[in-house]
């Protein structure tokens, strides 16, 4: 079912009603009802309550008009709305952090709607339109060219980079430690999919069954998740441990996207566990981050040696946040191994050697990693006692540690998890299905006996990974005694491995505006010439007189009545210091220097570029206007 509105921002929006579309709006509304929720005790003291719902729903609506929109244009429209107003909540606490952190939210959403942009002029110039089906047909059994890939590649940028798929992850590990936690919620388990839904689309539509692309998204999402999860293992701190969490989810769902164009005939595996995860991946950090905006709230702290055993007597937070855990770990029996499950079968399934062999060990590693992480976060919180024994006493004491509304909030999404990965086949590959139509499947696949011993192997090896890198890397190498005997964990991340500090920051802030300015000032000094020139030769200017003429009749006649003002005081008040100046002269060569500047300025290039942007301004102003009108 299609829906088209006219006449808006020139071309017109176009909507698209399908199953993958209603399924992911529902899912839109229930995470920000949980969220809201959540919000109404997280930020009862906030000074900027207002500002932060207004924009929350502002976000909604964007991001349901990314959902359903049936072409590039009208995604672009609510990309970039989504972008700017979920910029606030990045911003909201206005703190030195929270600002740069939000300061690289938005180079990076800005940066990547321009590339979106660019995008799409080269495909309109190509094919004449940006409806996702038409395109589909149009490229259908055609060798893709360059202009094609090149338009690819911009788009891929714009939406990769809001999806926090490698190098355009930067934002993310920044971003949702220093924004409320219902907020990050939706960053993490929202806002990121609708990157990952410009990805898809890409796939699907553009480069269907182009195994050159695949390779290149297959590329990009195995360094995704990988990373993601070795950041992840060495965060300190609560949030960022699950923004890290949340790049590497990205990855496996982007290797999930990578394999449908591999696959593309046959790709039905890999459709439905990239949509799985998605769904997944949004409620398991629903669940998590709210659960952190709890402790949050009653500790002022995400540090995890400062939050360590806040947990320990609080079996419902502990329950809700080990439902996540498990979720995002793949242990079996939980969903997260479900739509894990169907992403690695779809890769034994294309085969192909010494590289897929090697995609197959990144991906059981990485999702090692994920276990050995989420056991991090959930021993320190939960298990382990705090190496203040004031503090724990404090944290044990705490009985009312969030309202029963918040309570609904986190155990809504827990309980649908665990019934959602309890009942894969009545619920998950009834979901799964819906999903068809968006991801051009032909067949719906065959059912997967998703308990079999090889699938359970698969699991089994992540599971020995992470127990390994847990207690090795994570209880060796990244904890030690402090000064009294306790072990504590420490940052053993390197400084110069942070890719906005070393990389993005020097680049953007310090390079490229050194280089575009000594280009700048070249370019200003020829045009300073040739004006020089021009005054010259054709347009001499006209020199001033030694002498000056005695001006106008306007100038003479002020010049007399302040010589006959001057002349009072010299004859009064001004007879020990009387003033001998000659105001009509005066008045008369400063109104000849007035003139003579107004004709060099009428006769230089900048007064022409100035008339020439007033006029511009007007111009659009009219058409604008023009639109409305109709």
């Known amino acids: 079912m299609r829906y088209f509105l006219p006449e808006i921002c020139g071309y017109g929006l176009s ?21 809201l929720i959540a919000s109404m005790e997280y930020m009862k003291h906030d000074g900027h309550r207002g500002r932060y719902y207004f924009f929350t729903f502002v976000t909604l609506f964007a991001t349901l008009g990314v959902f359903l929109s049936a072409d590039f244009f009208t995604a672009l429209i609510f990309f970039e709305i989504m972008s700017f107003t979920s910029y606030t909540w990045v911003a909201q606490t206005e703190k030195e952090a929270a600002l740069r952190a939000a300061d690289t939210y938005l180079a990076v959403a800005v940066i990547g709607g321009l590339a979106i942009l660019m995008g799409l002029f080269l495909l309109f110039h190509m094919y004449g339109t940006l409806d ?14 360059a202009m094609r890939y090149a338009a690819g590649v911009c788009i891929l940028v714009g939406f990769g980079a809001k999806a926090g798929i490698f190098p355009l992850h930067i934002w993310l590990p920044k971003a949702h430690p220093v924004a409320p936690a219902p907020a990050s919620s939706l960053l993490s388990g929202m806002l990121t999919k609708c990157g990952i839904f410009g990805a898809i689309v890409l796939a699907s539509r553009l480069f269907a069954g182009d195994r050159a692309w695949g390779t290149l998204i297959l590329v990009l999402g195995a360094c995704t998740m990988f990373l993601g999860a070795l950041l992840a293992v060495f965060a300190m701190d609560l949030k960022r441990t699950l923004a890290c969490s949340s790049v590497s989810q990205i990855g496996f769902i982007t290797v999930g996207v990578g394999m449908c164009d591999m696959l593309f005939g046959e790709h039905a595996l890999a459709a439905h566990g990239t949509m799985l995860h998605m769904i997944n991946h949004s409620l398991i950090k629903l669940v998590l981050f709210l659960c952190a905006g709890v402790i949050y709230m009653n500790t002022h702290e995400l540090d995890l040696n400062k939050i360590r055993g806040f947990g320990r007597k609080k079996p419902y937070l502990a329950g809700c946040f080990l439902a996540g855990a498990l979720a995002i770990g793949g242990i079996p029996l939980f969903s997260g191994y479900i739509s894990k499950t169907l992403l690695h079968e779809s890769i034994l399934e294309y085969g192909g050697g010494g590289w897929m062999k090697f995609l197959e060990i990144v991906f059981i590693f990485s999702g090692g990693l994920t276990i050995a992480y989420m056991t991090k976060l959930f021993v320190t919180v939960f298990a382990e006692t705090n190496t203040d024994e004031a503090l724990q006493r404090s944290y044990d004491e705490k009985k009312y540690y969030m309202t029963p509304a918040s309570a609904v909030a986190v155990g809504i999404p827990a309980v649908i998890l665990l019934l959602w990965g309890w009942m894969p086949h009545r ?34 090896y992540s599971i020995v990974i992470g127990a390994v890198v847990y207690l090795v890397v994570i209880r060796g ?5 402090n000064e009294t005997g306790a072990k504590v964990l420490v940052n053993r991340w390197p400084e110069w491995l942070d890719l906005e500090n070393t ?3 020097p680049l953007l802030l310090r390079f490229l505006p050194c280089m575009f300015g000594f280009i700048c000032r070249i370019f200003d000094s020829l045009v300073d010439l040739i004006v020089v020139l021009l ?25 007399k009545v302040l010589n006959l003002w001057r002349d009072l005081g010299n004859r009064t008040w001004r007879r020990s210091h009387p003033v001998d100046k000659d105001y009509v002269h005066l008045l008369a060569v400063k109104s000849d220097e007035i003139a003579q500047n107004n004709l060099i300025i009428t006769r230089s290039i900048s007064f022409g570029l ?3 942007g007033v006029g511009f301004c007007l111009m659009l102003f009219y058409l604008i206007a023009g639109d409305l009108h109709f």
């Not at 009603?17 to 839109?28: K, M, N, P, Q, Y």
């Not at 395109?135 to 259908?140: A, I």
Request: charged share 20%.
């Open 15 to 35: 909507f698209q009603i399908d199953g993958f579309r209603i399924a992911f709006s529902a899912l839109a509304v229930l995470a920000w009802t949980m969220a």
């Open 477 to 481: 190498a990244l904890m030690k005694k």
């Open 132 to 145: 996702f089906e038409k395109l589909g047909q149009l490229v259908l059994g055609t060798e893709p060219t």
């Open 535 to 559: 005054r010259k030769t054709i347009y001499r200017d006209t020199p001033l007189p030694r002498y000056y003429s005695e001006g106008t009749a306007l100038t003479r006649a002020l010049g």
């Open 427 to 460: 619920l998950m590959d009834t979901v799964a299905d819906l999903g068809s139509g968006f991801f051009a499947l032909e067949e719906s696949g065959e059912a997967v006996h998703y308990f079999s011993g090889e699938n359970l192997l698969g699991a089994v």
């Open 503 to 505: 990389v993005y920051r």
């Open 610 to 612: 100035f008339l020439f």
